[in-house]
């Protein structure tokens, strides 16, 4: 297979898989893993920031992920898996093992491997996978959405809660929808018509300078970027309201951005070809996305504990 010169996977030295670090070619699993053959897995995104003042690497909001993924696990009665302490010794392992210098992404999944049934409880695998990943151009430029006709999962049928790896049939859906209909991204309404999240963050809009977004019962993943950007709004004095959201709020509101750990925080400039607001990146979205700059880099003082230091650990 040829990869492309600027591949991310060409500066992966070494992967993890079950505490083991191995190149990335040598990590393998069986086709016959109820992680693969029934979805029997759940995972987390994290991103670490390079500071070049301080010449070091901050894990954003770590120990939340952490927690997060064992919830995840818990809901899908996985057996005996790693700690929370194994998985963070071996995660921090993955990223000095490459030597990054740069900012990067962190997959950590936990999956039943072997050979089982849809019902197995174990044996449960983990893998830590990083690589460098850039900032997306879209946090400067924003993106055109569309509501989609899939509608969200629901927390009886297939809880959003749990990030889990088949939840996502329902945001490839979304997703490929919007794409092949000529937009950038998609948002998602619940079976009662409500705003929920898109195909892999949560929607914010500002409707008379107050942020606005979805509750935690609207079928959304229960996202760390959300809640650090609901967290800045309070410490900043920037009014914030979490509620139900008609879809016709979106059509309305002043600015709207989308956020989650792949995304940062991306401004939303049109839902379904109207404009959001005069159409270009708003004031307050600009504001959250300088603050959350801060706070991933290790600029700001505030909230030193959703930073984790990769080689000063």
């Not at 190149?23 to 992680?35: E, H, N, R, T």
């Not at 003042?53 to 993924?69: D, G, I, S, T, W």
Request: proline share 5%; charged share 25%; hydrophobic share 40%.
């Amino acid at each position: 297979m040829n990869i492309p010169a600027d591949d991310p996977r060409l500066k992966i030295k070494l992967v993890t898989m079950n505490g083991e670090l191995m190149p990335l070619d040598d990590a393998k699993i069986s086709i016959m893993a109820p992680g693969l053959t029934f979805a029997a897995t759940v995972f987390e995104g994290l991103r670490a920031y390079w500071n070049e003042e301080k010449q070091e690497l901050f894990v954003f909001r770590m120990e939340e992920h952490l927690n997060r993924l064992l919830d995840s696990m818990k809901l899908l009665r996985f057996g005996e898996h790693p700690s929370i302490n194994t998985l963070r010794e071996q995660l921090l392992e993955n990223i000095r093992s490459n030597e990054y210098r740069e900012d990067i992404y962190i997959r950590l999944q936990a999956y039943i491997d072997d050979w089982g049934s849809m019902l197995a409880k174990g044996p449960v695998s983990t893998s830590i996978v990083s690589y460098p990943r850039p900032r997306l151009n879209a946090f400067e430029t924003g993106r055109n959405f569309a509501v989609s006709s899939w509608r969200r999962l629901d927390d009886n049928a297939s809880p959003p809660r749990a990030k889990a790896s088949g939840n996502y049939i329902n945001s490839r859906l979304a997703g490929m929808e919007a794409r092949e209909s000529g937009y950038d991204g998609a948002i998602i309404l619940t079976a009662a018509g409500k705003v929920s999240e898109g195909p892999g963050g949560c929607i914010f809009i500002v409707r008379n300078g107050v942020l606005i977004t979805p509750g935690v019962t609207s079928g959304i993943l229960e996202s760390l970027t959300r809640d650090s950007i609901l967290r800045m709004a309070l410490e900043t004095g920037q009014a914030a309201e979490t509620r139900d959201v008609d879809r016709t709020e979106l059509y309305i509101a002043d600015e709207i951005f989308y956020c989650g750990t792949g995304q940062e925080i991306t401004p939303v400039i049109s839902v379904d070809r109207i404009p959001a607001g005069d159409g270009k990146p708003g004031k307050i979205t600009r504001a959250m996305q300088a603050l959350y700059d801060k706070q991933v880099r290790d600029i700001a003082p505030e909230n030193r504990d959703w930073r984790t230091p990769v080689y000063a650990s």
